[in-house]
């Protein structure tokens, strides 16, 4: 392996490319109307086809739409959409209380030397629709500004750059996408999935039931019950028990 291939690997594990946001993605050029009170779904018109004609249309809602809102125009750009149902961030079921929106206008640096070379790479053609993996770099532009550049801040409240997300890998399955999630939380997809559930409906239920191992002290049996209680699961034995180590 040589250099750069080393460098490729470090690159993707420091840009969140074994961890970032997992889930069924959405990827589709249109025009984006920055305006206050309005909502990500609302605020974007999508373009399915790049002709001019579908364009126009697609320009023409926005711009409309950014008048009766009382905002400055709309801006072509490219939205990822990261769908709440079956997302994970950071190896662990998303917590999120809607679907995740990053909007990047085309014009910017953050689009030219992150979002679109990570589609380019991984060759795909918009709109897209699939499961994949979500990381984050610093905005570019904000970045070569030093300091000053850091107008955003992290979960602590320290000063950080933005951050641009962009695909890093993508999946052919949701089911292929858990076992990456299952690897990058240092834990298997679960092995045993109840009659009637998915794999990653399930799996999003075992962070609980560990839990109520750990945090309130259930003895095996009681959390089997807890578990039929809980998810109408008659879990067995052995399986709780897989699960549990």
Same mark, same amino acid.
């Given at each position: 392996?040589?250099?750069?291939?080393?460098?490729?690997?470090?690159?993707?594990?420091?840009?969140?490319?074994?961890?970032?946001?997992?889930?069924? +993605?959405?990827? #589709?050029? =249109? /025009?984006?109307?920055?305006?206050?009170?309005?909502? !990500? %779904?609302?605020? $974007? @018109?999508?373009?399915?086809?790049?002709?001019?004609?579908?364009?126009?249309?697609?320009?023409?809602?926005?711009?409309?739409?950014?008048?009766?809102?009382?905002?400055?125009?709309?801006?072509?750009?490219?939205?990822?959409? +990261?769908?709440? #149902?079956? =997302? /994970?961030?950071?190896?662990?079921?998303?917590?999120? !209380? %809607?679907?995740? $929106? @990053?909007?990047?206008?085309?014009?910017?640096?953050?689009?030219?030397?992150?979002?679109?070379?990570?589609?380019?790479?991984?060759?795909?053609?918009?709109?897209?629709?699939?499961?994949?993996?979500?990381?984050?770099?610093?905005?570019?532009?904000?970045?070569?500004?030093?300091?000053?550049?850091?107008?955003?801040?992290?979960?602590?409240?320290?000063?950080?750059?933005?951050?641009?997300?962009?695909?890093?890998?993508?999946?052919?399955?949701?089911?292929?996408?858990?076992?990456?999630?299952?690897?990058?939380?240092?834990?298997?997809?679960?092995?045993?999935?109840?009659?009637?559930?998915?794999?990653?409906?399930?799996?999003?239920?075992?962070?609980?039931?560990?839990?109520?191992?750990?945090?309130?002290?259930?003895?095996?049996?009681?959390?089997?019950?807890?578990?039929?209680?809980?998810?109408?699961?008659?879990?067995?034995?052995?399986?709780?028990?897989?699960?549990?180590?």
């Amino acid at each position: 392996m040589g250099y750069w291939d080393d460098f490729d690997k470090a690159d993707k594990e420091e840009s969140g490319g074994s961890g970032g946001i997992v889930g069924n +993605v959405t990827i #589709e050029p =249109g /025009f984006k109307v920055y305006a206050s009170g309005a909502s !990500n %779904e609302e605020s $974007f @018109f999508p373009v399915a086809a790049l002709g001019k004609n579908d364009r126009l249309a697609a320009k023409r809602k926005a711009e409309a739409y950014a008048q009766d809102m009382g905002a400055s125009g709309a801006k072509w750009a490219v939205q990822i959409r +990261v769908a709440k #149902e079956g =997302g /994970f961030s950071g190896g662990k079921v998303a917590t999120w !209380n %809607e679907d995740r $929106f @990053f909007v990047t206008d085309t014009w910017t640096d953050a689009f030219k030397k992150v979002v679109r070379p990570a589609l380019v790479a991984l060759g795909i053609d918009l709109p897209f629709n699939g499961w994949a993996r979500i990381g984050f770099k610093n905005d570019p532009f904000r970045e070569a500004q030093g300091e000053a550049g850091k107008t955003d801040e992290d979960a602590d409240g320290n000063p950080r750059f933005p951050l641009v997300a962009y695909p890093t890998e993508l999946f052919a399955s949701q089911a292929e996408a858990l076992t990456a999630v299952g690897d990058a939380a240092g834990t298997p997809a679960p092995s045993y999935v109840p009659d009637g559930w998915t794999a990653e409906d399930w799996a999003s239920c075992i962070p609980d039931i560990v839990e109520q191992k750990e945090m309130h002290g259930l003895n095996n049996a009681q959390l089997k019950d807890y578990v039929t209680e809980t998810y109408g699961v008659d879990l067995p034995m052995a399986e709780l028990i897989k699960l549990l180590k």
